[in-house]
């Protein structure tokens, strides 16, 4: 089958859904639950337009294992905020893959909240919760807390994102935002604004060097001590 043809009978789904090695090292005695939020993705989330068809065949390395692998960065027991989340990407890899987290996924799109509630009840991860709403709004960041550590994938560029990150995470805590080849002009750009809304040291990083042919790309921020963000922007 070619890689960006749509699967069209189970069998060819069954054969899609076989974990690549390196998901036993991700995932642990919990392959079982990544195997199946793979085929939760690759049906309903297709169903509900949140994955592309063309991206079933790559769900394994470009979507769970890369997700699950921030778990490298990440210290043992943190509580973990994930903004955007969509499809569940990298909340939902990273609770299966490290049970030891507490995770909070925001989403503002009632479509995908609802999938996020369907899909973390379907898996019982039990350490993840779903709040509804924006980052940046008061209401939500009153339901939420901080955390010791802020995600997100493909939200937003690091000015934009940063804004509505760094007043979720505690002081001395970071943000991870899972970034692409660019990452370190993305750094170069929009260090100084970035800077003003709190998030400090910034720098760039790999996860899953052992595991995966294209390790995960990610701009890591700590937040200033002794920083008092300001209003975060529209979204």
């Known amino acids: 089958m070619p890689s960006d043809a749509q699967p069209e009978h189970d069998h060819d789904l069954d054969a899609l859904a076989v974990p690549p090695g390196a998901a036993a090292d991700v995932f642990g005695d919990r392959l079982n639950l990544a195997v199946d939020y793979w085929r939760i993705l690759a049906t309903d989330g297709i169903d509900h337009g949140l994955m592309g068809p063309r991206e079933v065949p790559r769900l394994w390395d470009r979507h769970i294992l890369?997700?699950?692998?921030?778990?490298?960065?990440?210290?043992?027991?943190?509580?973990?905020?994930?903004?955007?989340?969509?499809?569940?990407?990298?909340?939902?890899?990273?609770?299966?893959?490290?049970?030891?987290?507490?995770?909070?996924?925001?989403?503002?799109?009632?479509?995908?909240?609802?999938?996020?509630?369907?899909?973390?009840?379907?898996?019982?991860?039990?350490?993840?919760?779903?709040?509804?709403?924006?980052?940046?709004?008061?209401?939500?960041?009153?339901?939420?807390?901080?955390?010791?550590?802020?995600?997100?994938?493909?939200?937003?560029?690091?000015?934009?994102?940063?804004?509505?990150?760094?007043?979720?995470?505690?002081?001395?805590?970071?943000?991870?935002?899972?970034?692409?080849?660019?990452?370190?002009?993305?750094i170069d750009r929009d260090r100084a604004v970035v800077g003003r809304s709190g998030i400090a040291d910034l720098s760039v990083h790999t996860c899953g060097e052992r595991f995966l042919e294209t390790p995960t790309t990610v701009i890591v921020g700590t937040k200033n001590e002794r920083s008092r963000s300001g209003r975060a922007g529209r979204r």
């Open 66 to 186: 890369n997700c699950g692998v921030l778990g490298e960065l990440i210290s043992d027991g943190a509580r973990v905020i994930d903004i955007g989340s969509g499809a569940g990407l990298p909340g939902v890899p990273l609770a299966i893959a490290r049970p030891d987290l507490s995770i909070t996924l925001i989403e503002p799109l009632l479509r995908r909240s609802t999938f996020l509630e369907r899909t973390t009840g379907a898996l019982s991860l039990d350490n993840v919760i779903v709040v509804r709403g924006r980052a940046e709004e008061k209401s939500v960041r009153a339901a939420v807390g901080l955390a010791d550590v802020v995600t997100s994938r493909a939200v937003a560029p690091l000015e934009r994102l940063s804004k509505w990150s760094a007043p979720l995470v505690r002081p001395g805590g970071r943000m991870i935002a899972i970034k692409g080849s660019s990452a370190a002009e993305e």
